[in-house]
């Protein structure tokens, strides 16, 4: 539908969708979400090494090493968005930002579950509750790659709970908590299944192909 000028009836632009106005426009917002990832990867790590034992030590220091991962990736695509000032530019900042916030959430949640804490089940629910209130607003590649993190989260959880209750070897201090994880799937599935029908309502045409000449703001 064309957006037409209250006073003189000529076309106007379209309002930029908020991909675009969230692109990096201050040297400031370059740097905020990377640092913000590199003290959340830190902070994973020391809960890994709080937590003792050999499991909560190396899944914790090997997702923060994937989260720090993202951040240096989040940090070059917000500057070259920053630098460049076009729609491009912008998308494949956005496109970083979903990508790596979605394998943060993964790798929490299947690091938590595997070392039996139900951290990962909160981070998911606020996940889900972030998903669904900005639904509306959210292009369709956001909820193609949420459904698929939320797949992936699923599929572990799954084989966690199979795992507990099936191999005799496997700790009982970890036993429960992955046979819990039955109930983490679940609602993992339920949250993937919602995700791949809004992004199966949800148009095309957002993406940009390529607009070299158009700002960002």
């Known amino acids: 539908m064309e957006t037409r000028h209250p ?3 000529d076309p106007t632009d379209e309002a930029p969708p908020g991909w675009v106005l969230n692109a ?30 050999v499991l909560a030590l ?20 917000g500057r070259h968005a920053y630098d460049e000032q076009t729609r491009v530019a ?9 990508v790596v916030a979605a394998t943060a959430a993964v790798v929490v949640a299947i690091t938590s579950s595997l070392v039996g804490s139900r951290l990962g089940l909160l981070v998911g629910v606020g996940a889900a509750v972030w998903l669904y209130t900005t639904a509306r607003a959210a292009p369709r590649f956001d909820h193609l790659v949420a459904a698929w993190a939320s797949a992936t ?20 201090s970890l036993r429960a908590a992955w046979i819990a994880s039955a109930v983490f799937a679940l609602f993992a599935t339920l949250l993937a299944v919602g995700q791949f029908r ?9 993406e940009p192909l390529s607009a070299p000449d158009r700002t960002a703001s």
């Open 198 to 206: 809004i992004a199966a309502r949800t148009p095309r045409g957002q």
């Open 24 to 53: 990096p426009n201050r040297p400031l917002e370059v740097w905020t979400y990377p640092v913000l990832a590199v003290v959340f990867a830190a902070a994973f790590a020391v809960v890994g090494v709080v937590l003792g034992g």
């Open 90 to 98: 912008s998308w494949r900042s956005h496109v970083t930002r979903v």
């Open 153 to 172: 989260v699923a599929v572990a959880c799954a084989t966690l709970a199979v795992v507990g209750l099936t191999v005799e070897s496997v700790p009982e």
């Open 58 to 77: 190396v899944v914790g220091v090997s997702g923060a090493i994937i989260i720090t991962v993202g951040a240096v990736a989040v940090f070059v695509t």
């Open 7 to 9: 006073e003189t009836d």
